[in-house]
């Protein structure tokens, strides 16, 4: 087992070492107790974000949306840039990005992990190199939507933006679309987490847009982030990326699985964690957190006094024992000292698997309901917890005989259906790490991007609001 500690220190002697190297290297990203959202998920409240208008049909999991084309390491060089100023890129980088349009985000199907052991010296060798890209003035904005036919200024435009970080592309000049210059736009949007669609619109455009700046600052803060994270590697483990909205099942350092997954709202952030996965429960309960019942449901009670009735949730007291609803003052504090659950079933907010993960946050993986949510881009909806579509499945391979009793994806599926709850132990924990990183470089070089939703990365030593 590999187990990595990263202090501050590591990183201050390291990047020393790297400035040394980078000319001749590739690149290639408050506590509190938190819960599951009730089935129905809130909507994100800052326009700037513009979720889709409408969902696509749930993608099956782990089946991926898009096929990833071979990608090129990034190059130390830029091209010939056109330098921006300090108040022009800082302006750039406090705005927040509107959100891709429907159906443009896609899950990878590269096998490689967003999180191995190396990805913090990675990813720092990464930030000096487009510190040099910053310093020598960044890259050109494309500023117009283009596709294949496309001819012009604006064509070398691009395949300067572009070659900035590919060094494949050699003929930046060159005022023709070819066939090269679309493979070099499907890398790029490979590395961003965009569908491949060899066009330069919608969230291409705007991805491609992002000051140079800004990207040095994502990889320097997620290397930053990742100086806290003390991990065991195991030949399995689970990582999920909160900005990528994504879970990844790693067997022996190669992805075995993705999912897609709904992460925390702008208000309930899901947490950087690290924990272990010891246990697999069928068609659980849900205990629902203090917050929700004096936030959401004291609310809803005082309008509908049938809500919990029909939500299947019953009120117990301080000895476990039944309470009527009609009973409680959900007008005052009280209405919080009292547990709320809720039965197992098709409603359940949780759905139909829960993946215990015992850690200080009280957060976990697991089911939902709302199934449809998967289908949208935007996927950050829930109080905290992270949702993983195709759960069952991810259950199933937890429990393949490898870490847990064997129990297959019809096994489980069976016991579903019977309404029966279990709660099946794992014999051999596995390790799981929920990370924020915007922006990270892999074992091979490549360096990809996630839009900094939470705004947690530092922009100019203030973080973004």
Same mark, same amino acid.
């Given at each position: 087992?590999?187990?990595?500690?990263?202090?501050?220190? @590591?990183?201050?002697?390291?990047?020393?070492?790297?400035?040394?190297?980078?000319?001749?290297?590739?690149?290639?990203?408050?506590?509190?107790?938190?819960?599951?959202?009730?089935?129905?998920?809130?909507?994100?409240?800052?326009?700037?974000?513009?979720?889709?208008?409408?969902?696509?049909?749930?993608?099956?999991?782990?089946?991926?949306?898009?096929?990833?084309?071979?990608?090129?390491?990034?190059?130390?060089?830029?091209?010939?840039?056109?330098?921006?100023?300090?108040?022009?890129?800082?302006?750039?980088?406090?705005?927040?990005?509107?959100?891709?349009?429907?159906?443009?985000?896609?899950?990878?199907?590269?096998?490689?992990?967003?999180?191995?052991?190396?990805?913090?010296?990675?990813?720092?060798?990464?930030?000096?190199?487009?510190?040099?890209?910053?310093?020598?003035?960044?890259?050109?904005?494309?500023?117009?939507?283009?596709?294949?036919?496309?001819?012009?200024?604006?064509?070398?435009?691009?395949?300067?933006?572009?070659?900035?970080?590919?060094?494949?592309?050699?003929?930046?000049?060159?005022?023709?679309?070819?066939?090269?210059?679309?493979?070099?736009?499907?890398?790029?949007?490979?590395?961003? #987490?965009?569908?491949? !669609?060899?066009?330069?619109?919608?969230?291409?455009?705007?991805?491609?847009?992002?000051?140079?700046?800004?990207?040095?600052?994502?990889?320097?803060?997620?290397?930053?982030?990742?100086?806290?994270?003390?991990?065991?590697? #195991?030949?399995?483990?689970?990582?999920?990326?909160?900005?990528?909205?994504?879970?990844?099942?790693?067997?022996?350092?190669?992805?075995?699985?993705?999912?897609?997954?709904?992460?925390?709202?702008?208000?309930?952030?899901?947490?950087?964690?690290?924990?272990?996965?010891?246990?697999?429960?069928?068609?659980?309960?849900? !205990? @629902?957190?203090?917050?929700?019942?004096?936030?959401?449901?004291?609310?809803?009670?005082?309008?509908?006094?049938?809500?919990?009735?029909?939500?299947?949730?019953?009120?117990?007291?301080?000895?476990?024992?039944?309470?009527?609803?009609?009973?409680?003052?959900?007008?005052?504090?009280?209405?919080?000292?009292?547990?709320?659950?809720?039965?197992? #079933?098709?409603?359940?907010?949780?759905?139909?698997?829960?993946?215990?993960?015992?850690?200080?946050?009280?957060?976990?993986?697991?089911?939902?309901?709302?199934?449809?949510?998967?289908?949208?881009?935007?996927?950050?909806?829930?109080?905290?917890?992270?949702?993983?579509?195709?759960?069952?499945?991810?259950?199933?391979?937890?429990?393949? &005989?490898?870490?847990?009793?064997?129990?297959?994806?019809?096994?489980? !599926?069976?016991?579903?259906?019977?309404?029966?709850?279990?709660?099946?132990?794992?014999?051999?924990?596995?390790? @799981?790490?929920?990370?924020?990183?915007? %922006?990270?470089?892999?074992?091979? %070089?490549?360096?990809?991007?996630?839009?900094?939703?939470? #705004?947690?990365?530092?922009?100019? &030593?203030?973080?973004?609001?």
């Amino acid at each position: 087992m590999k187990r990595i500690s990263w202090s501050c220190s @590591v990183r201050f002697l390291l990047g020393a070492m790297l400035t040394i190297v980078a000319m001749d290297a590739p690149l290639a990203a408050p506590k509190a107790s938190r819960d599951s959202a009730p089935a129905t998920a809130q909507s994100p409240p800052a326009p700037a974000q513009s979720p889709p208008a409408a969902a696509s049909p749930p993608m099956s999991a782990p089946t991926e949306a898009a096929p990833a084309s071979p990608a090129a390491p990034v190059s130390a060089a830029p091209a010939t840039a056109q330098p921006t100023s300090p108040a022009t890129t800082q302006a750039a980088a406090r705005k927040p990005k509107p959100k891709p349009a429907p159906h443009e985000m896609a899950l990878s199907d590269d096998p490689t992990p967003a999180l191995q052991p190396q990805t913090f010296f990675t990813t720092s060798k990464a930030a000096d190199r487009y510190r040099q890209i910053v310093d020598l003035g960044g890259w050109p904005v494309v500023g117009v939507s283009l596709r294949p036919g496309a001819k012009g200024t604006a064509v070398s435009t691009l395949r300067r933006r572009l070659a900035a970080e590919d060094d494949s592309i050699v003929d930046t000049a060159k005022q023709k679309w070819d066939a090269d210059l679309t493979a070099a736009v499907k890398r790029f949007q490979f590395r961003m #987490g965009l569908k491949q !669609t060899g066009v330069v619109a919608g969230a291409t455009l705007r991805e491609l847009d992002v000051p140079a700046e800004v990207r040095f600052h994502q990889l320097e803060s997620s290397a930053r982030r990742l100086t806290a994270l003390d991990f065991a590697f #195991g030949p399995r483990y689970i990582v999920v990326n909160i900005p990528s909205t994504a879970v990844d099942a790693v067997e022996n350092d190669r992805v075995v699985r993705r999912y897609a997954a709904i992460v925390g709202d702008l208000e309930h952030h899901s947490p950087e964690v690290q924990a272990k996965v010891g246990a697999v429960d069928i068609n659980p309960t849900w !205990t @629902v957190p203090v917050s929700i019942i004096k936030n959401e449901i004291a609310p809803k009670m005082l309008k509908d006094p049938t809500y919990l009735q029909r939500s299947h949730i019953r009120v117990l007291n301080a000895h476990g024992a039944e309470v009527d609803p009609r009973s409680v003052d959900w007008a005052s504090e009280r209405a919080t000292h009292y547990t709320l659950r809720q039965d197992s #079933g098709a409603d359940n907010s949780l759905g139909s698997i829960r993946i215990s993960m015992p850690n200080p946050y009280s957060v976990y993986m697991h089911d939902t309901p709302s199934r449809n949510l998967f289908a949208n881009d935007y996927r950050f909806l829930s109080h905290g917890c992270v949702r993983v579509q195709g759960v069952v499945d991810l259950a199933a391979w937890l429990l393949d &005989g490898e870490s847990g009793p064997q129990m297959s994806k019809d096994e489980i !599926t069976k016991k579903i259906a019977s309404g029966e709850r279990e709660e099946v132990k794992l014999t051999h924990h596995v390790p @799981v790490a929920w990370v924020y990183m915007t %922006g990270w470089a892999s074992a091979d %070089g490549m360096v990809h991007f996630r839009d900094d939703v939470y #705004g947690l990365d530092e922009i100019g &030593g203030i973080a973004e609001q």
